[in-house]
């Protein structure tokens, strides 16, 4: 008889747990979500709030309004997607504002104040992703320079006096009309066509989530990180500053203390709103306008209901960390 010992049979490999799935509840909140507060605020003002559903309220007054923020939002979501962040928008908006404004009071016409506004628009987008896609700065660090100084800059160029101008040209953006709407909200919808076509169906779309959803494969990769990372920060400098020829348009006069005050945090907040994961790697056009016209609905429903100030402020930001709470795992 053979002395050869047999080894006993190895046991069985355990196959690995399979990937925790999210609830199903949580993924269709996380995409639609803003739609649904959107429809249940809709409905409640359809019931409970006068004249809700006339057309006065529901273009000028809701839509109107919201269009701005959205526009921002589209820009800041742009970043976000690369895992950055623009604190400076609302600075930006100020001073496009006062360039503006100041180029047309000194007699130049409509086009070379849209050109001033936007070129200098176009330099602080350049400032913000020079310093975070060349020099490595923290995007919060970066544009929390011009969050802070363009203020003064803004207030610096006219020596902190109001510029009152009537001209309907300049004030297209803000008063004017296209097809028969607000022009801000033919903006709203143009902007928002044009960026979806290009994260739909171009390379640099592709190259914005790339960088988001991971910078270093992105670049194993051969994305041009830096580039990209610079033209999102210039694409939402500079639709900050079309918005800055909104606000002046329609209060008929530049003001630099208040023009885009807080709307830095309104278009981060229409973002997170929007089930977009602020880590970067995500955007959704179609959601941050949907979650910048609830934002702004859940305001004005708020204000025409009586509730105060810092009640309305709380609401508000129980909202937000409610969108952050279900987007939690979305990574």
Same mark, same amino acid.
């Given at each position: 008889?053979?002395?050869?010992?047999?080894?006993?049979?190895?046991?069985?490999?355990?196959?690995?747990?399979?990937?925790?799935?999210?609830?199903?509840?949580?993924?269709?909140?996380?995409?639609?979500?803003?739609?649904?507060?959107?429809?249940?605020?809709?409905?409640?003002?359809?019931?409970?709030?006068?004249?809700?559903?006339?057309?006065?309220?529901?273009?000028?007054?809701?839509?109107?309004?919201?269009?701005?923020?959205?526009?921002?939002?589209?820009?800041?979501?742009?970043?976000?997607?690369?895992?950055?962040?623009?604190?400076?928008?609302?600075?930006?908006?100020?001073?496009?504002?006062?360039?503006?404004?100041?180029? /047309?009071?000194?007699?130049?016409?409509?086009?070379?104040?849209?050109?001033?506004?936007?070129?200098?628009?176009?330099?602080?987008?350049?400032?913000?992703?020079?310093?975070?896609?060349?020099?490595?700065?923290?995007?919060?660090?970066?544009?929390?320079?011009?969050?802070?100084?363009?203020?003064?800059?803004?207030?610096?160029?006219?020596?902190?006096?109001?510029?009152?101008?009537?001209?309907?040209?300049?004030?297209?953006?803000?008063?004017?009309?296209?097809?028969?709407?607000?022009?801000?909200?033919?903006?709203?919808?143009?902007?928002?066509?044009?960026?979806?076509?290009?994260?739909?169906?171009?390379?640099?779309?592709?190259?914005?989530?790339?960088?988001?959803?991971?910078?270093?494969?992105?670049?194993?990769?051969?994305?041009?990180?830096?580039?990209?990372?610079?033209?999102?920060?210039?694409?939402?400098?500079?639709?900050?500053?079309?918005?800055?020829?909104?606000?002046?348009?329609?209060?008929?006069?530049?003001?630099?203390?208040?023009?885009?005050?807080?709307?830095?945090?309104?278009?981060?907040?229409?973002?997170?709103?929007?089930?977009?994961?602020?880590?970067?790697?995500?955007?959704?056009?179609?959601?941050?306008?949907?979650?910048?016209?609830? /934002?702004?609905? /859940?305001?004005?429903?708020?204000?025409?209901?009586?509730?105060?100030?810092?009640?309305?402020?709380?609401?508000?930001?129980?909202?937000?960390?409610?969108?952050?709470?279900?987007?939690?795992?979305?990574?």
């Amino acid at each position: 008889m053979s002395d050869e010992v047999l080894a006993p049979p190895a046991p069985p490999v355990a196959s690995p747990p399979p990937a925790r799935r999210r609830p199903s509840w949580q993924r269709l909140t996380q995409r639609y979500g803003a739609l649904a507060v959107l429809v249940l605020l809709f409905a409640y003002n359809a019931a409970a709030t006068p004249y809700f559903l006339t057309f006065q309220s529901l273009v000028n007054n809701q839509l109107r309004q919201a269009a701005p923020i959205a526009i921002v939002a589209l820009g800041m979501a742009l970043v976000i997607a690369t895992g950055g962040i623009d604190l400076s928008v609302g600075s930006v908006m100020a001073i496009a504002g006062q360039v503006g404004a100041l180029v /047309l009071v000194d007699g130049a016409g409509a086009y070379l104040a849209w050109a001033a506004a936007l070129g200098v628009a176009l330099a602080c987008g350049l400032f913000n992703g020079i310093l975070v896609a060349r020099y490595g700065v923290q995007p919060i660090i970066a544009t929390l320079i011009l969050f802070i100084a363009g203020r003064g800059i803004a207030q610096l160029i006219t020596g902190g006096n109001l510029q009152d101008f009537d001209d309907p040209l300049f004030q297209f953006f803000g008063l004017g009309k296209m097809a028969g709407q607000p022009a801000q909200i033919g903006v709203m919808v143009v902007v928002a066509a044009v960026i979806a076509a290009v994260m739909r169906w171009t390379t640099f779309g592709r190259y914005v989530l790339a960088v988001g959803g991971n910078e270093t494969s992105a670049r194993l990769a051969g994305v041009p990180v830096a580039r990209t990372k610079l033209l999102v920060y210039v694409t939402s400098s500079m639709l900050a500053g079309l918005v800055g020829l909104i606000a002046v348009g329609v209060n008929s006069s530049s003001d630099a203390n208040n023009v885009g005050v807080g709307i830095e945090l309104d278009a981060i907040a229409a973002v997170a709103v929007a089930g977009v994961p602020l880590t970067g790697g995500r955007m959704t056009v179609i959601g941050t306008v949907i979650g910048a016209i609830t /934002l702004k609905l /859940l305001q004005n429903t708020l204000i025409a209901h009586g509730i105060p100030l810092e009640i309305a402020q709380m609401i508000e930001g129980g909202v937000i960390v409610a969108a952050l709470y279900v987007q939690r795992t979305q990574r």
